[in-house]
């Protein structure tokens, strides 16, 4: 079974897409152990579908449908649909879930013992030795951390120094101590908490577990530590990495308790869990103090409802904050109490500027956006503390700010200098690049704040810079114990994620979680937009983001990945530009990587907030991290090289968008082509596609051919989760596209595009019915089939045009041929409704397009990338559908509403999307004079049906009639399907569906009587 013979692999001819899709969903829903909990990484991949990707690459076909069916059985396990009762809109809904059991892909499945038959099976393949796997855009690390797991040896490659040190902490640090104990050190035994943890993680409970406090002098009694023959051996008090994580992290914490108690002082016994803020700015009418808040609502639950009370000073130089409890619900029904509770809770803020509450009244902006950025920019947005959060044995607790509390936040800015003596680098004076990628990106840098210290308060930059110059000392502590320098580096490390985590949480761009009544984190977007007002943490507290939980969602990763590490062989990693693979790592056996896309997230630009800490915590840790970490930010891209990271952002080219366009075009190619430099002969290429932007899909395909590479298959996995508010927003982020890809032989001659166009109508009909079956809709249902089609095209190294010499089909023109067919097959099932095939030909694309939209998103805000995908299928663009058509309104830019709760909480990683939002017009509101009547060209049906529910409404019956006869619409057979589809469409009892339903029997009621005229003696047809 060597693979050397190139036979072909299980995910060329099979793949457990379903399980796949799954569990991957169901793993955004796991935590503890999870690299997501290790450090923030934008778009990372589920690791169910990673594996399932890296078993399917590595283990070959085993030739029979039988065989493929036990096989992927084995992978995936059964799918079984279970009955879970969920609470929706207040009632209690039964809701049908699929899931997973059995298989290796689930979590907490990955120590199946299954496993290690994969492990030998893969081993097998290659001859008895360990595959070869790269990532060179590893990022997170999830793609070579399956790897590990599987037994490979992975080479893992990233241009980001801080994903360089996550993939350390998930690779290279969990290898080489895998396994590895170390006694304890003492000053850890005397923790009760701590030690209490630990020897139940050993499966002590009850009598053992309190004789071992016992003998530790931890628990009542005597010490039995001090007799004779009752000291703990060594061997119990031995544990690996994970546990000295925790045991050094708490040196860590209480170092740094004592060094800031002051600045959190506990007020009448109430520990205080943050302080809120709000920035102010001076009213340009009245100069009193404003403060600028997006809402007054400090919690909103079912049960406890708190706002800040705000009045102006008898001065009206600026307000007062109250609170004000126990705040009863108003309200007849859901949108009176929302109402209400709107008003009451009513900020400064709106999305025009900010009121004055000295000199105006809600609603007239004093200080519009343009006003408050100009203090900005030169540094007059100041702050205000405007109520305090404690923890109290009834759960949380809100108060005014007493003097307390100010002169501890005051005392604050004094520590500041002191405290970074110790740290290398000193304050992080770094400037913030804000770079040109997507609207939103970095942002704050319009309001004036340029520098990466300028985010966190300086409470916060003490309090950051003492955990720093503390975990800093963790190693000359480790060393004078003795600990081998790997331990010490990896302790390290994994500290400085532990940072990195509390970063995220210790910025002014933190807010208070007013429904979940806890941190909401920095990045609940990746982006960095302004807040109005904050959170303060404290890191010393138990609430959600502090220091020890921090350290408790590391040091659990820490496990996990020794665990992952156990019988895995050496890992490589390194921080290199993609772009070098071939110089890095030759006959690799598999890459499976998933690249940066255009400009979807600017990860540099992102990252800077924590490289500017890590770099602080790790520098003089080795000579390597040294030269890693040498440059003051992340280094975006090299000119002189051309190389860099690869994100398209104009600002990198002096502003020049098509430069930057090309920089990242070329720069994909020359990975590919380095990938085909690093891969040996037989291997396989596997690429992963999340984007949905039409022209990223072109440029990455071409780049893909042009580098000789052949797709022969590729699987959409679904990734996000289909059942929250947000599914169908969400739809176009839903899934993402495994390409499989193998080098072309060299020899293969060009193509002919009508063959190449027959195979591919074949090979995506066949698919396209398997995938509407599998449930994928939306989108992503183009993209997968972008794949099967793929296979007939890239086969050759060119596609000849056999009625026009000299011309080749280029890959634009062939994906676009694809979009068609993939779209008139999703509206040949909207028409039919029943699951068949119908035949489109002849619909126009304004109402193909209205039909996909509203089949999809109905009139609900759809997430532009899909807008755009679906229009430039049909041959149309977004603004067209907007601007001429009016078939589309712009719904909602990426700026989050004033009221809405973070999307994600403690710590989860963001989804991507630009945010920017379409909305199918409904009809009513279409009233283009000439709607409906042609204009150089035949009316769209659309247009057609929406003009005719408007004269039927207006009760202008003659004219429906008139206009039917005009048109021929009574005869015209795909009209009528529109019309059909359409009424399926409409939501049971609206006036929408009423008026079609009308319109149909009226059409079919005067097509009868037409017919009977017809058939009376005289009457000619
Ligand atoms: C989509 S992410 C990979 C995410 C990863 N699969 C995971 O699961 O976390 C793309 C990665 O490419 C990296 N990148 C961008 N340009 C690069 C280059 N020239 N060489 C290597 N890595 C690069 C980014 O830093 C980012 O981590």
């Not at 399980?19 to 450090?39: C, F, P, W, Y």
């Not at 000193?426 to 997507?438: D, L």
């Not at 991290?625 to 090299?638: H, N, Q, R, Y």
Request: net charge neutral.
């Amino acid at each position: 079974m060597d693979l050397h013979e190139d036979r072909p692999r299980l995910i060329e001819h099979a793949f457990p897409l379903k399980q796949a899709s799954i569990d991957s969903v169901h793993e955004k829903n796991v935590r503890h152990g999870h690299i997501s909990t290790l450090h923030i990484w934008p778009a990372r991949r589920p690791l169910a579908a990673c594996r399932a990707a890296l078993i399917a690459t590595l283990l070959p076909d085993p030739g029979t449908p039988q065989e493929r069916r036990r096989l992927l059985e084995k992978i995936g396990g059964t799918v079984v649909k279970n009955i879970q009762k969920k609470k929706l809109h207040g009632k209690v809904v039964e809701v049908e879930k699929e899931e997973t059991l059995g298989g290796v892909l689930h979590w907490g499945n990955e120590n199946n013992p299954d496993m290690e038959w994969f492990r030998q099976e893969i081993r097998k393949a290659y001859g008895g030795r360990a595959p070869r796997v790269l990532d060179p855009f590893a990022g997170g690390g999830a793609i070579p951390l399956e790897a590990m797991r599987l037994g490979c040896e992975a080479t893992a490659i990233d241009i980001n120094p801080v994903a360089w040190f996550i993939l350390k902490c998930t690779l290279e640090y969990p290898q080489k101590l895998a396994g590895q104990k170390r006694r304890l050190p003492d000053f850890i035994l005397k923790d009760r908490d701590f030690m209490e943890e630990f020897f139940k993680s050993q499966g002590l409970k009850g009598a053992s577990l309190r004789t071992m406090l016992q003998k530790l002098g931890l628990e009542g009694g005597s010490p039995l530590a001090l007799l004779k023959g009752f000291e703990i051996p060594d061997a119990v008090l031995e544990a690996d990495l994970a546990w000295h994580v925790r045991a050094w992290g708490r040196w860590v914490l209480e170092r740094a308790r004592t060094d800031l108690d002051k600045y959190y002082p506990t007020i009448d016994g109430k520990p205080t869990v943050a302080y809120l803020w709000a920035r102010t700015v001076k009213c340009k009418n009245c100069s009193a103090t404003i403060p600028l808040l997006k809402t007054r609502w400090l919690c909103r639950r079912d049960q406890k409802r708190v706002v800040l009370t705000m009045a102006a000073k008898k001065d009206k130089t600026g307000v007062e904050f109250g609170i004000d409890k126990d705040l009863p619900v108003k309200g007849k029904n859901a949108a009176e109490r929302r109402e209400h509770d709107k008003k009451l809770g009513q900020g400064t803020m709106s999305r025009n500027g900010a009121w004055c509450p000295c000199c105006g009244k809600p609603g007239t902006v004093a200080m519009n956006l343009d006003d408050i950025r100009e203090q900005g920019l030169s540094g007059r947005i100041g702050t205000h503390m405007t109520a305090v959060i404690l923890e109290t044995r009834d759960g949380k607790d809100y108060r005014p700010p007493v003097t307390r509390d100010l002169q501890a936040a005051n005392l604050a800015i004094e520590g500041v200098p002191d405290v970074f003596k110790r740290v290398p680098f000193g304050i992080p004076h770094e400037s913030i690049n804000t770079g040109s990628v997507r609207k939103g990106g970095v942002s704050v840098t319009r309001w004036g704040y340029a520098t990466w210290e300028q985010l966190f308060s300086h409470r916060q930059l003490l309090a950051l810079g003492t955990f720093v110059a503390n975990t800093r000392d963790v190693s000359q502590a480790m060393s004078v114990l003795q600990y081998p320098v790997p331990f010490q580096d990896a302790v390290r490390a994994y500290l400085g994620m532990a940072i990195d985590k509390l970063v995220d949480y210790c910025a002014t761009l933190c807010t208070w979680h007013i429904t979940g009544e806890k941190m909401s984190h920095v990045f609940v977007r990746y982006a960095l937009p302004i807040t109005w007002d904050f959170a303060e943490l404290n890191p010393l507290s138990s609430s959600s983001g502090n220091y020890s939980a921090c350290l408790d969602w590391v040091a659990r990763v820490a496990h996990h990945c020794t665990q992952s590490a156990l019988t895995a062989p050496r890992q490589d990693v390194t921080l290199a530009s993609a772009m070098k693979v071939d110089r890095i790592t030759k006959g690799v056996d598999a890459i499976i990587t998933d690249p940066p896309y255009y400009d979807a997230i600017p990860y540099a630009d992102l990252t800077d907030i924590f490289y500017v800490w890590l770099r602080r915590v790790l520098s003089g840790l080795s000579p390597e991290a040294d030269e890693g970490l040498a440059t003051a930010v992340i280094p975006k891209w090299d000119h002189t090289a051309s190389d860099g990271e690869l994100v398209d952002d104009e600002s990198r080219f002096g502003g020049d968008s098509t430069k930057s366009k090309e920089a990242y075009e070329n720069g994909m190619f020359r990975v590919f082509e380095a990938c085909h430099g690093a891969l040996a002969s037989k291997g396989r290429l596997v690429i992963v596609f999340a984007n949905k932007q039409p022209d990223a899909w072109e440029a990455l395909v071409s780049a893909i051919m042009r580098a000789g590479f052949v797709v022969d298959a590729s699987w959409p996995i679904q990734t996000e989760m289909g059942n929250r508010t947000r599914a169908l927003s969400a739809a176009a982020l839903s899934s993402s596209v495994w390409l499989v890809c193998k080098r072309r032989i060299e020899s293969t001659p060009p193509g002919w595009d009508n063959r190449v166009l027959d195979e591919m109508r074949h090979n995506i009909h066949k698919r396209l019915r398997e995938y509407w079956d599998a449930g994928i809709r939306g989108p992503d249902f183009v993209w997968a089939a972008t794949g099967p089609a793929l296979e007939a095209y890239s086969k050759h190294p060119v596609v000849k045009k056999a009625n026009e010499p000299g011309e080749v089909l280029t890959v634009p023109e062939f994906l676009r041929a694809v979009r068609r067919i993939v779209v008139d097959f999703v509206v040949g099932r909207v028409l039919s409704r029943d699951g068949a095939d119908t035949d489109v030909s002849g619909l126009d694309d304004v109402t193909t397009y209205y039909l996909l939209h509203r089949n999809d998103f109905a009139f609900d805000d759809a997430p532009a990338g899909a807008c755009i995908l679906y229009a430039v299928s049909c041959g149309l663009s977004d603004s067209a559908l907007c601007d001429s058509w009016d078939v589309l309104l712009r719904s909602g830019g990426s700026e989050p509403d004033d009221e809405a709760e973070p999307e994600t909480e403690n710590g989860d990683e963001p989804e991507e999307g630009s945010g920017a939002t379409l909305r199918l017009r409904p009809w009513h509101q279409r009233k283009r004079k000439s709607m409906g009547y042609d204009e150089g060209r035949p009316a769209p049906l659309i247009d057609q049906v929406h003009r005719l529910m408007h004269l039927w409404k207006a009760g202008e019956v003659v004219k429906v009639d008139e206009y039917v006869e005009e048109r021929g619409l009574r005869r015209h057979e795909l009209f009528k399907r529109v019309l059909q589809a359409l009424i399926e469409l409409a939501p049971p009892a609206s006036e929408e569906r009423s008026i079609l339903e009308s319109l149909s029997n009226h059409l079919a009621a005067r097509g009868a009587t037409r017919a009977r005229e017809r058939d009376l003696p005289g009457i000619e047809a």
